[in-house]
């Protein structure tokens, strides 16, 4: 492994563990507040209902970018990291930099874009 893939490795490595201990901690903290719940006005539980919505939300974008970085560090696992899935031509580094988990060159990624994929 070269020493950049190295770099994107231990980069997605670091993201994978913040955004474990994000979810693992909104959970927590979600758990605590439905614990807490009762005694509480309906009002008070419909401001709970859409700061859940919101949260969920927020969480099943956290689980879209774990499952990308997964992929990411299984590609480097599999010696197939930095190469467009759709054409096979070798993603620039500029571009695995700013998005370590990237899948698709830029070219692809512009025309997937334009034909609405």
């Known amino acids: ?11 997605l490595l670091a993201e994978r563990d913040e ?7 909104e ?10 719940a ?3 006005d309906s009002s ?6 859409a700061a859940y919505r919101k949260m969920e939300a927020l969480n099943a974008m956290d689980a879209k970018r774990l499952k ?12 197939k990291y930095g190469f467009c899935l759709q054409c096979g031509k070798k993603i ?3 571009r695995l930099r700013a998005i ?5 060159c830029i070219e692809c990624k512009t025309e997937n874009e334009r034909l609405g994929r």
């Open 92 to 94: 620039p580094e500029g």
């Open 27 to 36: 959970e927590d903290n979600f758990r605590q507040e439905a614990l807490s």
């Open 100 to 104: 370590p988990s990237a899948v698709l």
């Open 38 to 40: 009762s005694g509480r």
């Open 44 to 49: 008070d539980l419909a401001s709970d209902d």
């Open 68 to 79: 990308a970085i997964e992929g990411a560090l299984k590609r480097i696992a599999d010696g």
């Open 1 to 11: 492994m070269d020493a950049f893939t190295q770099e994107m490795q231990a980069s």
């Open 19 to 25: 955004l474990l201990k994000k979810l693992n901690s």
